[in-house]
């Protein structure tokens, strides 16, 4: 009975301190919980000011675009690229032909093909400068218009060079002369529909910024 007692007394013991060890556990698993979520709150925390840090530190990067961006540097750059686009046309283009009109005799289909290889490869290196405009380092009222010009002068940039491939066409042999002058008129005069469609969309900007009255000074 007494051995009974003892190991009854040991049971409860037992018990009593396998009761107190699970509170203690339960206690610290509480304290641990409670310690997470302030943790968990301050990491929220973090990533709102990140999120807000992130979305001040692109408010102040577009507040920095000024006008200046355009007038410095994208407007002169445009300005050069429509002098080339003008210059490749008159001086290889144009020029070529009118000696091919002018011609006694037998046309210089020599010089003619040598024009033409010119006009595809200038117009090709036009296409790659006129790609490399950033419409996004502009001011955001700006970049609508800026990329139409980039698009636009880009096709009719590339419309031309298609057009001295057409002629090259038909004086390799690759394809009838009647079928590559229609497609290189074709060409010419798609050119100049986006030509104008992206002077359009520029000169809003120069108006908008004062650069057309200054241009006419």
């Not at 003892?6 to 409860?12: E, I, V």
């Not at 000024?66 to 144009?94: A, C, R």
């Not at 042999?173 to 359009?200: I, Y």
Request: aromatic letters at 6%; proline letters at 2%.
């Amino acid at each position: 009975m007494k051995k009974f007692l003892k190991l009854g007394c040991f049971g409860l013991i037992g018990l009593f301190t396998i009761v107190i060890i699970a509170l203690i556990i339960d206690i610290g698993n509480d304290d641990e919980q409670a310690s997470n979520q302030p943790k968990e709150e301050n990491v929220e925390k973090k990533e709102t000011k990140s999120e807000e840090t992130a979305k001040e530190e692109t408010n102040k990067k577009a507040d920095v675009i000024t006008d200046d961006v355009y007038t410095n540097e994208i407007g002169p750059e445009i300005n050069e690229i429509t002098k080339e686009f003008d210059s490749i046309w008159t001086e290889n283009w144009q020029s070529s032909w009118k000696k091919i009109s002018t011609a006694n005799g037998q046309p210089d289909i020599v010089s003619l093909k040598d024009d033409m290889e010119i006009v595809s490869e200038k117009y090709s290196e036009l296409s790659k400068r006129i790609s490399a405009i950033d419409s996004k380092s502009n001011k955001p009222e700006y970049q609508e218009q800026l990329e139409e010009y980039r698009v636009n002068m880009s096709l009719a940039t590339n419309y031309r060079g298609n057009a001295a491939n057409a002629i090259l066409q038909a004086i390799n042999g690759v394809a009838d002369l009647e079928s590559r002058m229609e497609e290189a008129k074709k060409s010419v005069e798609l050119a100049d529909e986006k030509m104008l469609t992206a002077l359009v969309a520029i000169t809003s900007i120069d108006s908008k910024l004062g650069l057309i009255e200054e241009k006419e000074k």
